[in-house]
């Protein structure tokens, strides 16, 4: 798996995560959603992502939008 696709993972599984809590528990959890939608879309201009960078620290190859 390269860091791409761990990144892609992790932000898929994360707003998934936060609409079921949304739905289930409090509708507060909608804010880790835009978080992860703000992310997203700040790591599309800038090319920062935290997430890449601890999955290269662990060890996960480079793709072509994280190297």
């Known amino acids: 798996m390269s860091i791409d696709n761990a990144v892609f ?6 707003i ?3 609409l079921t ?4 528990v409090s509708p507060w959890f ?4 835009a978080f992860v939608g703000l ?3 700040q790591a599309a201009f800038t090319g920062f992502c935290p997430a890449a960078m ?3 620290r662990l ?3 480079a793709g072509c939008a994280f190297k």
Do not use: H, R, V, W
């Open 54 to 56: 601890i999955f290269k």
């Open 30 to 33: 909608l804010l880790l959603t």
């Open 21 to 24: 809590l949304a739905q289930l």
């Open 9 to 14: 993972a992790l932000a898929g599984t994360m």
């Open 59 to 61: 060890g996960l190859k």
């Open 39 to 41: 992310n997203m879309l």
């Open 16 to 18: 998934l995560a936060s």
